[in-house]
């Protein structure tokens, strides 16, 4: 695809998000940068996962920034202390609302695609109407269907029953049907979108990636297990990424309770999020002082961190796993981690450990038994060999960033050609 704004995404979140869907997209629109397209961004101020704006940036007003052939437009949006779910509803909306107002200048460079990010559905009415008006393609990329996750996790009070969640399901299903095209990060998610009534072949399949090249085997965590105080016959326990409710990470602190006998096992819990501090509060009150905490650390460490922990911890409540695929599981396969995975057999993550034996521990949400259980295999694996080979040769086959980013980039340019790559022929 050649210049004149290839790409316009629309999203809440973005680079210099260190987590999550701003650390995908920051990567992505690089990368489409670094192949001479012109980039265009919408999004708000970064304040993922922390729940709080970043210091270099502001919430209260407009802000731009241009970097080579990357255009960013920050708008100021709503950011709750405390997230409970109308303030996190007044927060999608506050950017939905702001975010207008650059979306349609944008009209005057007119870009071949225009890409929504879910979330938020809030935004995706106006996107619409923008690429009608302007004949513009329009693409709706999943990351997490959020009316799932809200009424799945029982985040609203109507629990996915009553009036309130068949109607939200209602619009969300007519929104799906009015994009051009429809990606998502999983085959399970792709089906999700199928059943929602998007037509198969208009659904594109595009997973989340890890740059294999720098997260890798090969790196040595010793110095930071030194920093951290954990000595070489100990085994270092770790759950990275962000701290919410829809983690369940109270698993982790009944885990460490168990297993509070052996002194030889310390839990990690890095990152932040808007239920560290309840965690932190649950841990102390319970005397757990096998469990410690610590902040988000930059990128350029991450492969280190990997590289520390003896066994990762992929930890959702029962009903996520198949809303939202962890973006953090492809760090640990590409470091050839060992790692316990929280999902239900019938989930892309219970289909990906069934296909892969050995790849990870699979064990039922919110199971404490089979959760210890899978903790003691893998710390047995992890002893007798360091490194799980499998876990790394999946990474170099499926979640190479310059793969999937190029067959993204090929199926962009079908779809500006009035076609794209049909389900069977994703894979």
């Known amino acids: 695809m050649k210049n004149r704004d290839t790409l316009l995404l629309y999203s809440l979140n973005y680079s210099p998000e260190l987590t999550g869907i701003g650390k995908y997209n920051g990567e992505m629109v690089k990368w489409f940068a670094d192949k001479d397209d012109s980039m265009k961004v919408i999004c708000a101020a970064p304040y993922y996962p922390e729940w709080q704006c970043h210091s270099d940036y502001s919430n209260k007003v407009y802000q731009t920034e241009q970097s080579g052939n990357i255009s960013v437009t920050r708008c100021p949006h709503y950011i709750p202390k405390s997230p409970t779910t109308i303030k996190r509803l007044m927060h999608l909306i506050s950017f939905a609302l702001t975010s207008a107002v650059p979306l349609f200048f944008s009209c005057w460079r007119k870009p071949r695609v225009l890409m929504v990010v879910q979330p938020t559905l809030f935004c995706t009415p106006l996107a619409l109407l923008f690429c009608k008006l302007f004949g513009i393609k329009s693409l709706l990329h999943v990351q997490d269907f959020e009316l799932d996750a809200m009424f799945g996790l029982s985040m609203s009070k109507s629990n996915g029953q009553g009036r309130l969640a068949r109607l939200a399901f209602r619009v969300e299903r007519f929104i799906l049907r009015s994009f051009d095209a429809v990606s998502t990060i999983s085959h399970s998610m792709m089906a999700r979108a199928q059943s929602k009534g998007v037509d198969p072949e208009r659904i594109m399949f595009f997973p989340n990636w890890s740059d294999t090249h720098f997260v890798h085997p090969g790196i040595d965590g010793a110095p930071l297990r030194q920093e951290w105080g954990v000595a070489d016959d100990e085994k270092l326990v770790l759950y990275a990424g962000n701290i919410g409710a829809k983690q369940g990470l109270e698993l982790l602190l009944d885990a460490a309770a168990a297993m509070a006998h052996n002194r030889k096992i310390k839990f990690f819990i890095v990152g932040s999020g808007a239920h560290k501090e309840v965690l932190e509060n649950q841990s102390r009150s319970r005397g757990l002082d096998n469990v410690y905490f610590k902040p988000l650390l930059p990128w350029e460490s991450v492969p280190t961190m990997l590289a520390a922990a003896d066994v990762h911890l992929v930890i959702q409540r029962k009903g996520a796993a198949d809303a939202v695929l962890p973006s953090k599981l492809t760090n640990i396969l590409s470091a050839g981690g060992h790692a316990v995975v929280t999902a239900e057999p019938h989930t892309e993550l219970g289909r990906i450990a069934a296909k892969h034996p050995g790849i990870f521990s699979c064990v039922d949400p919110e199971n404490l038994d089979g959760f210890l259980h899978g903790l003691e295999s893998e710390l047995a694996a992890a ?39 049909t389900t069977s022929e994703n894979g």
């Open 383 to 421: 002893s007798r060999n360091g490194v799980n080979p499998i876990a790394r040769r999946y990474a170099e086959t499926n979640l190479n960033q310059d793969a999937i980013l190029t067959r993204f980039r090929s199926d962009l340019e079908l779809l500006v050609g009035g076609s794209i790559r």
